[in-house]
């Protein structure tokens, strides 16, 4: 057998390290000044594949084995330190300085980024309707580094099996059998990766399986890039249009709403493009200024400058100002960089370059430990803070909605739901899973308030803009012995307006069918307007739905305007700007787009029971994040589940006189 068992060239890059600063860099500019996603992070995916796949060949080619110790201590020696590290700083400045209002979200994070599974808890936390619209915690980049862990390990089984398969049949061309098993991987992944981000983009954007064809380009790469020959003249073009490409990724392409489909073959063709340009050497080739030696430095720290810099930016959001200017951003960027530095020369490099495994990997897991030890203390604090919360609330100091018509001056308490807890303060049917998700489109119906013997059967019926009224109309049935049944689907209105091959839609006919066979509902609720469009046909679809109900089904009907709904998150601006900066955001924003349909509807459709509850977010004419000593909004768009539920007086008259007629 020949000694290169896979004929590979390998040679150092200089142009591939600064490409990696590059996208590190485009990374840092897009999230600091853009707010965007620049596509960065799959060049490193792409460089990655490359890198570990030219790796593992030569110790293929160097020891004839590749076995997994080996493999695995040296990556987790590159790749721990630093991240481990970072995190124990992101835990510490937690304590002082990050938001209640995501603290259990950064701890479960931190846990998961400790074992590389991150973006799988956030592919999941993505496609909860209700988590999309929540801050992003301090660690929500190190999603990126769970893929690639993941990806080492794909690789160590995928080219375990390849040299078994190699010795047993004695190929003599190794490398065909790497193209082939490479390329039926890059086929199938990136044709997955299309159909997902069409039907669940979210979902398509943090799994590992939409994003292997871009490790199996760079393997692909690995395997072929010497063979490649191009003129100079070329070389010197397509690496220019590659590095031009790059740069403006994120300016012609929204990355976090449209990766990692077939659009994601802009960034990684860029990447393409300039790596194939490094084969020649030319005199005005885009190679000459990715190998400068500044270039060539950076690229080494260009990992650590992708983890610092998210970190720096989410506490400077948190503390300081939600849009960094020039000169902080530049500060930010120049600070990730001295930190990274410091941190790969003085904790990375000693452990990666330790005499012993045992001496780096007891340092390792000395990080690990503090890491384990402030993440359970945190928990236990968070835990006290929302027990302390939970106590019942005296309806005298917490009269919520009802303080809009009460006389006389309330007394102000420490508003409830604290901070730790407003974003999980949910619908009970949120909480005990009874509300459908966005993944079926069959019914779950929850059933609240009195069971048997009860006068009358209350269904609440729609979005989560529906749910969020479920607490009112429990507390309004316990005064009236009602039954309640909750049939809501998060994203789903219930309305006409879908197709009836789409999830959506096949949803609201099972809701349809349901209603039409049930003989034991009496009164179906719902929301008829969105607050976040002007458009009426949204709106009239909506009604169109509860007519049909009342019409054709004979069952009682009770149209409810959508509440105001805001562009940023209420609760957590409220936390970190004060109640007079969050009044103020309040009242300038356009939060109730529905407005002139909401009053067409009142003068067209007498025959439907409606009811407004604007008023009841207002204080003297002034919109509130804090009513009646509760807090109302949990996020941007959906009440607490608290203020909810001191809606109940006020529904329970409403309910009552529908029901009776």
């Not at 500019?29 to 594949?49: A, E, L, M, Q």
């Not at 020891?63 to 630093?82: A, D, H, N, Q, V």
């Not at 190929?171 to 299309?194: E, H, K, T």
């Amino acid at each position: 057998m020949n000694k290169n068992i896979i004929n590979i060239e390998r040679k150092f890059r200089p142009e591939i390290e600064g490409l990696r600063i590059v996208a590190a860099l485009l990374v840092a500019i897009y999230h600091i000044w853009f707010g965007k996603v620049s596509g960065g992070v799959d060049v490193f995916f792409v460089v990655s594949g490359f890198l570990i796949t030219t790796s593992i060949i030569s110790t293929i080619n160097k020891t004839g084995e590749f076995k997994f110790w080996p493999y695995i201590s040296k990556l987790m020696k590159r790749l721990f330190p630093l991240a481990f590290i970072i995190i124990t700083v992101i835990l510490v400045l937690s304590i002082f300085f990050l938001p209640l209002t995501i603290f259990d979200k950064t701890l479960k994070e931190a846990i998961s980024s400790m074992f590389y599974y991150q973006n799988w808890q956030l592919a999941i936390s993505n496609t909860d309707y209700l988590d999309a619209n929540q801050m992003k915690s301090p660690l929500e980049h190190y999603w990126a580094m769970s893929i690639q862990g993941q990806f080492y390990i794909i690789w160590f089984i995928l080219f375990t099996c390849i040299l078994f398969g190699i010795k047993k049949y004695n190929l003599s061309n190794g490398r065909r059998l790497v193209n082939l098993v490479l390329g039926f991987i890059f086929v199938v992944s990136f044709a997955y990766s299309i159909y997902l981000t069409k039907v669940n983009q979210p979902l398509a954007y943090f799994i590992t399986f939409t994003r292997v064809w871009e490790f199996a380009l760079g393997g692909l790469l690995c395997i072929n890039l010497s063979r490649i020959k191009i003129p100079n003249i070329a070389a010197e073009i397509i690496g220019w249009i590659g590095l031009i490409g790059l740069i403006l990724t994120g300016a012609l392409f929204d990355v976090s709403t449209m990766f990692p489909g077939y659009i994601a073959a802009w960034p990684m063709t860029c990447a393409l493009l300039i790596i194939l340009s490094g084969n020649k050497e030319t005199k005005y080739g885009v190679k000459n200024f990715l190998a400068m030696p500044i270039m060539i430095k950076l690229g080494g720290v260009s990992f650590g400058i992708y983890l610092w810099h998210w970190v720096l930016l989410s506490f400077y959001k948190y503390n300081i100002s939600e849009n960094p200017g020039i000169i902080s951003g530049i500060l930010i960027i120049a600070l990730s960089i001295v930190l990274s530095f410091i941190t790969t020369k003085y904790i990375e490099a000693p452990i990666r370059n330790a005499k012993s495994n045992k001496v780096a990997f007891k340092k390792i897991g000395l990080i690990a430990l503090v890491n384990i030890l402030l993440i359970a203390g945190l928990y236990t604090q968070n835990a006290y803070l929302k027990t302390a919360d939970n106590k019942e609330l005296a309806s005298k100091d917490y009269p919520g909605a009802l303080a809009v018509k009460m006389k006389g001056k309330l007394k102000e308490m420490d508003p409830k739901p604290g901070f730790a807890n407003v974003f999980d303060d949910l619908p009970q049917s949120h909480l005990d899973d009874t509300n459908q998700g966005l993944k079926k489109s069959d019914l779950k119906i929850g059933t609240y308030g009195k069971k048997k013997d009860y006068k009358a059967t209350i269904a609440l019926v729609g979005s989560s803009h529906s749910e969020h009224w479920l607490g009112a109309v429990i507390e309004a049935a316990k005064e009236n012995d009602y039954r309640v049944i909750n049939i809501t689907r998060s994203g789903t209105r219930f309305s006409t307006g879908y197709e009836d091959n789409t999830l959506k839609g096949q949803w609201v006919k099972n809701l349809e069918n349901y209603l039409k066979k049930s003989d034991d509902i009496d009164l179906v609720l719902s929301h008829v307007t969105a607050a976040d469009t002007t458009k009426d046909r949204i709106q009239q679809q909506m009604v169109d739905e509860l007519m049909k109900v009342k019409n054709e089904y004979g069952i009682n009907v009770l149209a409810i305007r959508d509440i105001p709904r805001y562009e940023f998150n209420v609760s957590e601006e409220l936390e970190k700007s004060g109640e007079k900066e969050t009044i103020k955001m309040m009242n300038k924003a356009n939060n109730q787009k529905d407005e002139s349909y909401w009053k067409k509807l009142l003068e067209n459709e007498k025959d439907l029971a409606t009811f407004d509850p604007t008023e009841y977010f207002k204080i003297n004419g002034e919109y509130r994040p804090i009513i009646g000593n509760i807090v109302i909004y949990r996020d941007m768009d959906h009440m607490t589940n608290t203020y909810s539920k001191t809606f109940g007086p006020i529904l329970s008259e409403k309910i009552k006189n529908i029901v009776k007629k």
